[in-house]
C-alpha cells in the first residue's frame, strides 16, 4: 500500500469516526429531550388544570376527593358581611377600619348551627366575638363558628359529621353586629384565614 493510499484510508476512517460521534451525540440529545417530555407530562396529567405540582389543595383534604362543605345555617339566613381581605370596611360597634376575613351570616335566633364539614371539636370558648366553636378538619383546615348561643351541642374532642347540630344562632359577640342575630364563619388553612366561599356555595345570599 502506496502512501497515498495509506493518507486516503486513515482520512476515511477518521471521517467515520467524527459521523460516529455526532450520530452519538444526536441519539443523547434525542433521549434527553424524549425524557424530559415524558416527566412533564406526566407531572402535568397529575395536576388538576395541567398546573405542575401535584392536587389543589385548596380543595383538597389529604385525598383526590374534593371537599364542598354546607353552609353553617341551612335556611332563612342573609350574608350581612362578605369576606375581605384587601379592601378595609368599617366596623361600627369597635368604630375601626379594618379587613373582614369572615363571612357574618344573619339568621334568626335560635336557628341551628351545624358543622360545615367532618372533623374533631378542638375547642369550645367564649370570646370577645361571642361563644366560639373551631373544628379541626384535619391536614391543615380549620373552621370557627363564632356568635353562636351559649348552649352548645358539642364539646372539645367530640367528633361531629357534616350537617351535624353544633349549636344554635346567638347574639353573644360584643364587638360585630351586637344584638343581630348572626354566625361568624371563619375557614383556616394552615393558619391562615381563606374565603369560606372556596368550599361553600352560599348562591346569591
Known amino acids: ?11 476515511a476512517t477518521q471521517a467515520e469516526r467524527r459521523k460516529a460521534r455526532a450520530v452519538g451525540i444526536s ?4 433521549m434527553v429531550m424524549l425524557v ?13 388544570g ?22 353553617p345555617v341551612a335556611t332563612q339566613f342573609s350574608i350581612l358581611k362578605p369576606f375581605c381581605d384587601v379592601d378595609i370596611q368599617y366596623n361600627a360597634t369597635l368604630r375601626q377600619w379594618r379587613s373582614h376575613r369572615a363571612i357574618a351570616i344573619g339568621a334568626p335566633e335560635g336557628t341551628a348551627v351545624v358543622a360545615t364539614y367532618a372533623g374533631t371539636i378542638e375547642s369550645v370558648r367564649n370570646t370577645i366575638y361571642g361563644t366560639e366553636v373551631t ?22 374532642g367530640d367528633r361531629v359529621e357534616r350537617g351535624q347540630r353544633i349549636g344554635t ?19 383556616l388553612r394552615n393558619g391562615r384565614r381563606i374565603d369560606p366561599a372556596t368550599y361553600i356555595d352560599f348562591g346569591d345570599k
Open 1 to 11: 500500500m502506496n502512501a497515498t493510499t495509506t493518507t486516503n484510508v486513515r482520512t
Open 27 to 30: 441519539a443523547a440529545v434525542v
Open 36 to 48: 424530559f417530555a415524558v416527566t412533564f407530562t406526566t407531572l402535568s396529567l397529575a395536576a388538576p
Open 50 to 71: 395541567g398546573d405542575v405540582g401535584g392536587p389543589d389543595r385548596d380543595h383538597e383534604v389529604g385525598g383526590p376527593t374534593p371537599i364542598v362543605m354546607v353552609a
Open 135 to 156: 373544628i379541626n378538619h384535619g391536614n391543615g383546615l380549620q373552621t370557627v363558628l363564632r356568635s353562636l348561643d351559649r348552649n352548645t351541642n358539642v364539646s372539645q
Open 169 to 187: 344562632v346567638g347574639t353573644t359577640s360584643t364587638v360585630e353586629f351586637t344584638n343581630t342575630p348572626h354566625v361568624r364563619l371563619e375557614v
